[in-house]
């Protein structure tokens, strides 16, 4: 039986090996989108202000601010421990839940988070992101559009883990395979198997990537059962990790486009919407993400 996959453990892992966030690879110009908005929004605030990412990941959003105005004092903040190396001018520190931050009250000019402030409990990081915020501090928040294509293609992604990882899967009938000593059919039903996931997913899908790790690895021949073993291992807890990975996702994009669920528990911790609007991408203008900024009365 599978030992249960731990969320916090996931997203480490995540960080660990080099992130990305939930952003598709090879998008240049979705960078481009959200870097021009947290310039914007960097522009605007007071010299020297101190500012605070939550769930910052790579810490992008406070390099994208940095290129903008490098006198703004940086400080990202995530639950995932240990993270990646903190770009020049930054500060990071691991191990921080958004609900329970470790700053005195009225410590930032502004709080910003980029698909991250929607992970934690909503009222309660609403809460600690008023406590943090002096007076008329902002707090910037680009969230998941519940409906919109980045969402879309992390589910797609979900989906293509979900049928490679399965208990009916192919990492399942491999091992059960090899442990037979069927080296042969093991060979037929992985070439089937990474031909139906191109089919299915796309190559470059990651049932795809699994299966191809594998043929490439040169473990269908004979005598390499027990370092297979262990490499089909590691490529099915990452494959966990990533599926628990882009559950948290799901869920946080439901309970960030539950309406007026972010601007209400903002409220209630007495910070004001100033601005809200949609983040549109591509010839079809997709609503990526949403934009809300918020004032502390």
């Given at each position: 039986?599978?030992?249960?996959v731990?969320?916090?453990?996931?997203?480490?892992?995540?960080?660990?090996?080099?992130g990305?966030?939930?952003?598709?690879?090879?998008?240049?110009?979705?960078?481009?989108?959200?870097?021009?908005?947290?310039?914007?929004?960097?522009?605007?605030?007071r010299?020297?202000?101190?500012?605070?990412?939550?769930?910052t990941?790579?810490?992008?959003?406070?390099?994208?601010?940095?290129?903008?105005?490098?006198d703004?004092?940086l400080?990202?903040?995530?639950?995932?421990?240990?993270?990646?190396?903190?770009?020049?001018?930054?500060?990071?520190?691991?191990?921080?839940?958004?609900?329970?931050?470790?700053?005195?009250?009225?410590?930032?000019d502004?709080?910003?988070?980029?698909?991250?402030?929607?992970?934690?409990?909503?009222p309660?990081?609403?809460?600690?992101?008023?406590?943090?915020?002096?007076?008329?501090?902002?707090?910037?928040?680009?969230t998941?559009?519940?409906?919109?294509?980045?969402?879309?293609?992390?589910?797609?992604?979900?989906?293509?883990?979900?049928?490679?990882?399965g208990?009916?899967?192919?990492?399942?009938?491999?091992?059960?395979?090899?442990?037979?000593?069927?080296?042969?059919?093991?060979?037929?039903?992985?070439?089937?198997?990474?031909?139906?996931?191109?089919a299915?997913f796309?190559?470059?899908s990651?049932?795809?990537?699994?299966?191809?790790?594998?043929?490439?690895?040169?473990?269908m021949?004979?005598?390499?059962?027990?370092?297979?073993?262990?490499?089909?291992?590691?490529?099915?807890?990452?494959?966990l990790?990533?599926?628990?990975?882009?559950?948290?996702?799901?869920?946080?994009?439901?309970?960030?486009?539950?309406?007026?669920?972010?601007k209400?528990?903002?409220?209630?911790?007495?910070?004001?919407?100033?601005?809200?609007?949609?983040?549109?991408?591509?010839?079809g203008?997709?609503?990526?993400?949403?934009?809300?900024?918020?004032?502390r009365c």
């Amino acid at each position: 039986m599978r030992e249960p996959v731990d969320r916090n453990q996931a997203w480490t892992d995540f960080w660990r090996k080099g992130g990305g966030g939930c952003l598709p690879s090879g998008s240049p110009a979705l960078y481009r989108l959200f870097e021009d908005q947290w310039a914007e929004f960097a522009v605007g605030l007071r010299a020297g202000a101190r500012v605070l990412d939550l769930a910052t990941g790579d810490g992008i959003v406070l390099t994208w601010m940095r290129t903008a105005r490098d006198d703004l004092d940086l400080v990202g903040v995530d639950l995932a421990d240990p993270l990646p190396p903190a770009p020049l001018g930054v500060r990071m520190i691991a191990g921080v839940a958004i609900e329970d931050l470790p700053f005195a009250g009225g410590t930032f000019d502004a709080v910003v988070s980029q698909f991250g402030f929607e992970y934690g409990d909503l009222p309660r990081s609403a809460l600690e992101a008023a406590r943090t915020l002096r007076a008329k501090g902002l707090a910037a928040l680009i969230t998941h559009a519940a409906d919109g294509p980045l969402v879309a293609h992390n589910r797609a992604r979900a989906s293509s883990l979900h049928w490679v990882t399965g208990d009916a899967g192919p990492l399942v009938l491999l091992r059960d395979l090899l442990d037979r000593n069927r080296i042969v059919e093991a060979r037929q039903m992985l070439s089937q198997a990474r031909d139906s996931a191109k089919a299915r997913f796309g190559q470059q899908s990651p049932a795809w990537e699994i299966c191809e790790s594998i043929i490439r690895q040169g473990a269908m021949r004979d005598g390499v059962r027990a370092p297979l073993r262990g490499f089909i291992g590691d490529l099915e807890r990452r494959g966990l990790n990533e599926l628990e990975r882009l559950s948290a996702l799901d869920e946080a994009a439901a309970a960030v486009a539950a309406p007026g669920a972010l601007k209400k528990a903002m409220a209630t911790a007495g910070l004001r919407q100033t601005v809200t609007r949609p983040l549109v991408f591509g010839s079809g203008q997709a609503v990526v993400a949403n934009l809300s900024i918020f004032e502390r009365c």
